[in-house]
Every structure is written in structure tokens, then in C-alpha cells.
């Protein structure tokens, strides 16, 4: 399962952007990913809660929001959202020249964190 290493590679960024603020916990990270990514939001989930223990993101709240793919017709200029399977050819005119609009995101929004100075 590859959510694994992508959960390491988003705990390991927001670890770094804590440190950086001089943070004494992660309490929330907020994260889009491109249904095309092929990412299981609930294996993405397990992975986060399984690698937090230890570390400033103890007990924080993954919020992942899922982006569905969509794309655009360079020939009729037709925009739909479609799944992993049907993104090939547009449905209005049968185009085959597409573009896709979204659908591979895999990034960090925001992060959460709590300030030494409030403790
Ligand atoms: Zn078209």
C-alpha cells in the first residue's frame, strides 16, 4: 500500500514546517488529493494515525479532501468530471485530445500547529 510512504512524505514536511515555526505540536494538517493519485482516503488515514505516535503530530487530525479528476476537450472545449477509466475520450464530441484540468493533486494546504508561547 503506497499511502504509506505518502504519509511519511506529508509528516515529514509538516514535521520540518513546525520545527521551522517553533512549534510544540501538530494538531491538524490539511491535505488535497487528486482522486488520479489513486489514494485510498481511509488507507491514507490509518497510515497517518499509525506513523504519528512519538512524534509533534501525536494525536493530530488528518483532514484530507479529495479532489475528483476533470477534463477538458481541446476540441469542443467540453469540461466533465469523470473517474480513473473514463477520462480518455470526450463524451460530447468522441475528441480524443484531452486535457486534464485536476485530478493528480497531492499536496499540503495547511498546518495546525500549537506555539511554544501559548504553553
Ligand atoms: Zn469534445
New binding site residues.
Partial sequence: MHEMGIAEGILSSSLEAAEGAGAVRITSVFVTIGELTEVSEDALQFAWEAICPGTLAEGSVLDITMVPASSR?A????EWVHDRYSGAQ?P????WVIMLRQGREMRIDSIDIDEESDA
Wanted: proline share 0%; charged share 10%; glycine share 30%.
Fill in positions: 476537450c476540441d469542443c472545449g467540453h470526450c460530447s464530441c468522441g475528441g
